[in-house]
């Protein structure tokens, strides 16, 4: 896998769920829902072995169409042509950065992603999720993680908040897992050289120094601050783990 460089700057109580990344999986995906001539596009997409590429690039998280360019030491145009048949054929969507607006990234549909096979990471010894305030997203990740995998997480935040906000510890609960609400930090006061850090929020992707890592543009649920987008924080957070996380098995534990 490569792992991409950057430079630049219900209101009603759930039972708690037994595996909750299954459990989301099952609910919001449904891989045999392709017809024949959306499948024949998809064949006929991937059959360039650049689009091949940026997909497989694509797969463990997302990127702007210029980080995937200097990646695969493609120009603009060449990129932006591949880019477009992938568009067409339902493979890749576009989101708009919630950091730099003039910035979009491109993602992989999940439908998309469960007939792929995910290449193997570089072993991690630990994984920290990072976002700005380390209040919602990064919290969530980590707290998956760690029950997914069995395996150390960690989180932190560019400038982290006074403590973890409210509606992240409700979903937390609401889905089995614990927080401690004022367990915040600075990533510069965890980090270790062998952590495979993963970028949960566009803020921080954008600006934390040139580190290889992985970027997940999950949308902030902190200003909508309603159940529902905390819940469709974890639900993202939660099939992108998923998908990871078989592949990282191999990580010894310490």
Do not use: K
């Not at 700005?132 to 998956?144: H, M, Y």
């Not at 999950?218 to 909508?224: E, G, H, T």
């Amino acid at each position: 896998m490569r792992l991409i460089s950057v430079d630049e700057s219900d209101n009603h109580p759930r039972r708690p769920l037994r595996d909750p990344i299954q459990s989301v999986i099952i609910e919001s995906m449904n891989a045999d829902s392709f017809s024949i001539e959306g499948r024949a596009r998809i064949h006929a997409a991937l059959g360039d072995p650049t689009r091949l590429a940026i997909i497989d690039a694509l797969i463990p998280g997302d990127a702007s169409p210029g980080e995937v360019g200097r990646a695969l030491e493609l120009p603009t145009n060449l990129i932006a042509h591949h880019v477009r048949a992938l568009e067409d054929a339902g493979l890749v969507t576009r989101t708009r950065s919630q950091g730099d607006r003039r910035r979009t990234y491109l993602r992989l549909r999940p439908e998309v992603l469960a007939g792929l096979a995910l290449p193997s990471p570089t072993p991690a010894t630990r994984v920290v999720f990072v976002c700005t305030r380390n209040s919602a997203r990064s919290q969530l990740a980590a707290a998956l993680w760690t029950q997914h995998t069995h395996r150390p997480a960690a989180s932190a935040g560019t400038d982290p908040a006074p403590q973890v906000h409210p509606r992240t510890v409700t979903t937390a609960h609401r889905h089995g897992l614990r927080l401690d609400p004022l367990a915040t930090a600075r990533l510069d006061t965890i980090l270790t050289p062998d952590d495979l850090i993963i970028a949960v929020c566009d803020q921080a992707h954008e600006s934390l120094p040139g580190r290889t890592r992985l970027h997940w543009s999950v949308p902030d649920p902190v200003p909508a601050d309603t159940d529902a987008a905390f819940e469709a924080a974890f639900t993202d957070l939660a099939g992108r783990i998923q998908r990871l996380a078989p592949a990282n098995s191999s990580c010894p534990t310490p």
